[in-house]
């Protein structure tokens, strides 16, 4: 009863799956408005049931530890945004939604995630150290796995593109079983950093491998945990949960969209939003207790995650289905693109973040959301 109790806020998307289940069509017949309000209304209920599974995902991977916590937290997120992908595209979504989806994903994680952080966090502490190689290592593999996917496809030719596809499924694959290689062999150090000692009796000072997202987020053992079963079973029903969500909110929202001229690209910040939510409060708050190694691996760790794990995932439903979709990034999107890794090549290069170097990202962060809103 304990445990149920501490999953009191799961009510709210459970009652809203229910709600959503009952009211769909008479909410549909209501008009625009309503639409609108019960989309709404549904993404707030999703944003409540991905922060339970990112929660349960965090105590197993302080359970298992690094590096397969980090991986834990991975792929709990990008199950998340994979399956309100293929729901909103089973749907008949716009066929840019995935490109704009993942491309939205990675101004949000680098630019918006990372570049807010570094400026709280350097406003409050000033430098702020982590270890260089994670960067250099993150920018190489997101710039490769983002030409590969995005950028090369422009050059396809329309009846090749399944060759094409499989190849990139392939490609994507090697990248990720060689990045999980390097975290879990003798390249892990890479992506940790021991922070010297300041105050006694603040577990975050305490020098210690800097590699999850759950270093930050379990800074105190005054939390009760539960069996590793229940937290398996929170997040594979919190999962079906989002997707019973998801569904109704995909036809809500076009429903509600349809005729106002709203950007295409709003659906695609929505969904990486959705997603990222649970990452944006852990970065958030490393940063203020000056441990910018963890936001590095949640910020270029998540866009790599994303690009590397969702494009094979969407490729091969294209694949099953025989609709492809439109992965070629626009040349906006693609300048975007290079101008972010450009920048979180300079910035990340030598083992300290300021409030510059994230002013620079978030200023590139408030850019996008201007673009998008221009349809660009």
């Keep these: 009863m304990s445990r149920i109790r501490q999953e009191r806020l799961l009510l ?19 008009g625009q408005i309503p639409s609108l ?13 991905s922060m339970r599974v990112a929660h349960h995902a965090e105590i197993l991977a302080h359970k298992v530890g690094d590096p397969y916590g980090t991986m834990i937290l991975t792929l709990s997120a990008v199950a998340v945004e994979v399956l309100i ?13 995935v490109r704009d989806t993942i491309y939205s994903a990675v101004m949000l994680d680098i630019n918006g995630i990372l570049g807010l952080a570094a400026l709280l966090g350097g406003l409050k502490h ?13 920018g190489v593999m997101i710039l490769t796995a983002m030409g590969i996917s995005m950028i090369v496809p422009e050059f396809i030719p329309r009846d090749r593109w399944q060759y094409y596809s499989v190849f990139t499924i392939g490609a994507m694959i090697a990248l990720y079983a060689l ?35 759950s270093e930050v987020a379990k800074t105190v053992e005054d ?22 969500l998801a569904e109704v909110m995909s036809v809500l929202m076009d429903a509600g969209l349809e005729g106002t001229g709203a950007p295409v690209a709003l659906t695609a910040i929505l969904v990486a939003g959705i997603s990222a939510a649970p990452e944006i409060l852990t970065a958030m708050r490393a940063a203020l207790r000056n441990r910018m190694q963890a936001v590095v691996n949640i910020a270029m760790g998540a866009s790599l995650s994303t690009v590397i794990l969702t494009v094979p995932v969407m490729e091969a439903i294209a694949l099953y289905t025989g609709q492809p979709f439109v992965m070629a990034m626009t040349p906006v999107q693609t300048t975007m693109v290079a101008i972010t890794l450009v920048a979180a090549a300079i910035n ?16 590139l962060f408030a850019t996008f959301i201007m673009l998008a809103f221009l349809g660009l």
């Design 223 to 244: 939390e009760h945990e539960g069996s590793t079963l229940w937290s398996i079973g929170v997040i594979l029903f919190g999962v079906v949960l989002i997707g019973v």
């Design 348 to 363: 990340l290069n030598d083992g300290e973040t300021n409030a510059i170097e994230g002013m620079t990202h978030f200023v």
């Design 126 to 138: 000033g430098e702020q150290p982590y270890n260089d190689d994670s960067g250099k290592t993150y």
């Design 37 to 49: 309000m019960g989309a709404a209304a549904l993404i707030a209920a999703i944003v409540v049931g």
């Design 179 to 213: 990045f999980l290689r390097m975290q879990v062999g003798t390249h892990s150090y890479f992506f940790s950093y021991s922070y010297p000692s300041r105050q006694a009796g603040r577990p975050w000072d305490q020098p210690k491998a800097a590699g999850t997202e």
């Design 85 to 97: 992908l293929a729901i909103m595209m089973s749907n008949g979504a716009s066929p840019t939604l």
């Design 12 to 30: 709210i998307p459970i009652v809203a799956a229910i709600l959503a289940l009952v009211l769909e069509h008479s909410v549909l017949e209501a």
